[in-house]
């Protein structure tokens, strides 16, 4: 199958082949292809936050899930069935599938994910003078963007507009695929001038046109009527115009990003690598959203309840409605409550997340070649491989002994590879979801993910058969979680 139109393939249908029994010729019926070609479908199509939040929306419609409105009551909609998701913002995305037996007491299997990756911000302001006839677009990082591995990328542009629609107001997503930007380096024959350090707000300044003897188009009578007319670029404002079907003057605000357009790539002699921007965190987000889809028929004929939610803002620390700082997770957990006719109070709530089980699934990182001293000996994540669980004792992940073993035996049941990664002690270490959603909550639960190389590159690399490896183990783990946590508890660890 060409693995096309989102639709995911079923794990069960496909005999998995290694890939030296390939000998390099691509084989789309093999489950470990199929999801890798899904996979750099998603991040070429979806280069935002808000595409791949549609993205994943309309996935979990094509399964059957159906769609809850934050600003909605859900409770008699939650007693007619059994698949649903939500969003917020139109960058996180919630879904659970609930069983016919769940009771509340049985807690959930979670899985969370960050949705958001690197990327330069429009400023709000960005229209700029031209210098020497080149006219340039004001950019702000967000997170580790606008590093200098930024310099001298093909820059495409894309994100959400607020926009009249007749008599009301709405929201359209709209990208220019093609490259619009970039952002120059210097020469090095300019010696010390192109040695660095540079200035971000200076020097990085990405340029998106040339201006005719150094002046700019003006504007129409009819374009005047939009606020945004000044602000931006009105040459931008025409082409988001003509890509999104709406008149300049009916754009009200826009959130635009930058974006990498070279397409994701499979790489390696025999295929072994796909070689993708925005691999962190969307490896995780898309492994984990398909391998909850491919679990939940059979969740929904059991006394589990299963949960995915990718969170937006985990680059920046997490803090915001949208972030696992905010409360989605914890506000769905209590409209499900109350269509259970269970009053969600804190008692019963205490007892729900103690029964709970929470992966954090977030990339972490590959052994590098160049740098293989830099890692601790067994403590070395492989690519194509299988998933990695993460430790930190310093409190930035949540795995423990007790968690690590549940996950360990999850894994032993189902036929899944676990990995294990620490940083050393001389070296930092980042964080994740997990403490957030720990310390708010008491839930158990590990920090995990698939292993990645050129970490916060604007390009990164994992294994072609990775993806695959994610979703199977995240379906092995909503399958499998509810029955392993009643042994456990059985055996008081």
């Known amino acids: 199958m060409a693995f096309r139109n989102r639709k995911a393939p079923t794990t069960d249908e496909f005999v998995v082949v290694s890939q030296g029994e390939k000998g390099g010729k691509y084989d789309p019926?093999?489950?470990?292809?199929?999801?890798?070609?899904?996979?750099?479908?998603?991040?070429?199509t979806a280069p935002t936050i808000y595409h791949a939040n549609h993205y994943l929306s309309k996935a979990l419609e094509e399964h059957g899930?159906?769609?809850?409105?934050?600003?909605?009551?859900?409770?008699?909609?939650?007693?007619?069935?059994?698949?649903?998701?939500?969003?917020?913002?139109?960058?996180?995305?919630?879904a659970f599938t609930k069983g016919k037996h769940w009771q509340p007491s049985h807690g959930a299997g979670i899985v969370g994910t960050h949705i958001d990756s690197l990327t330069c911000v429009v400023k709000p302001i960005s229209i700029k003078e031209p210098i020497d006839d080149f006219e340039l677009i004001g950019v702000a990082p967000y997170a580790g963007a606008l590093s200098d591995l930024w310099w001298d990328r093909d820059l495409g542009i894309g994100g959400r507009m607020i926009v009249r629609e007749g008599r009301g107001i709405t929201e359209k997503l709209v990208r220019i695929p093609h490259p619009i930007a970039r952002i120059a380096s210097l020469a090095p024959h300019f010696g010390k001038f192109a040695q660095g350090p540079f200035n971000?707000?200076?020097?990085?300044?990405?340029?998106?046109?040339?201006?005719?003897?150094?002046?700019?188009?003006?504007?129409?009578?009819?374009?005047?009527?939009?606020?945004?007319?000044?602000?931006?670029?009105?040459?931008?404002?025409?082409?988001?115009?003509?890509?999104?079907?709406?008149?300049?003057?009916?754009?009200?605000?826009?959130?635009?990003?930058?974006?990498?357009?070279?397409?994701?790539?499979?790489?390696g002699i025999d295929k072994d690598f796909i070689f993708a921007p925005r691999v962190d965190n969307k490896a995780c987000t898309y492994s984990g959203v398909y391998g909850f889809i491919e679990a939940a028929d059979t969740v929904v004929e059991s006394d589990s309840l299963s949960v995915v939610v990718a969170y937006d803002n985990e680059e920046i620390g997490s803090r915001s409605r949208t972030g696992a700082q905010g409360n989605i997770l914890e506000a769905a957990v209590d409209r499900i409550f109350a269509a259970e006719d269970c009053c969600p109070d804190d008692a019963k709530k205490a007892v729900f997340w103690a029964n709970s089980f929470f992966l954090s699934a977030d990339v972490t990182h590959a052994t590098n070649p160049n740098f293989s001293d830099v890692y601790?000996?067994?403590?070395?994540?492989?690519?194509?491989?299988?998933?990695?669980?993460?430790?930190?004792?310093?409190?930035?992940?949540?795995?423990?002994?007790?968690?690590?073993?549940?996950?360990?035996?999850?894994?032993?049941?189902?036929?899944?590879?676990?990995?294990?990664?620490?940083?050393?002690n001389d070296s930092p270490t980042g964080g994740t979801i997990g403490p957030y959603l720990a310390s708010k909550t008491g839930i158990r639960g590990v920090d995990l993910g698939i292993a990645q190389l050129s970490m916060h590159s604007i390009r990164a690399t994992i294994g072609s058969e990775d993806i695959w490896l994610g979703v199977k183990f995240f379906k092995s783990f909503f399958n499998t979680w509810r029955e392993v946590d009643l042994e456990f508890q059985l055996g008081s660890l």
Do not use: C
Not at 74 to 89: P, V
């Open 376 to 424: 601790m000996t067994n403590h070395k994540p492989k690519l194509n491989k299988g998933i990695t669980v993460t430790f930190a004792p310093g409190g930035n992940m949540i795995t423990n002994a007790n968690t690590s073993a549940f996950v360990q035996e999850i894994a032993r049941r189902t036929d899944n590879t676990i990995q294990y990664f620490q940083v050393r």
């Open 200 to 267: 971000p707000e200076t020097q990085k300044v990405p340029f998106i046109g040339l201006a005719k003897d150094g002046k700019l188009p003006e504007p129409t009578e009819d374009e005047k009527k939009s606020p945004v007319v000044g602000q931006h670029s009105l040459r931008l404002l025409r082409a988001l115009s003509r890509e999104s079907g709406v008149p300049v003057r009916d754009i009200l605000s826009v959130e635009l990003h930058l974006f990498d357009t070279q397409p994701a790539a499979l790489g």
């Open 29 to 44: 019926s093999i489950p470990a292809e199929a999801y890798a070609t899904g996979f750099m479908e998603f991040t070429d």
């Open 65 to 94: 899930f159906e769609y809850l409105d934050e600003r909605e009551d859900w409770t008699d909609r939650l007693t007619k069935g059994n698949k649903f998701y939500t969003t917020r913002g139109t960058t996180t995305v919630l």
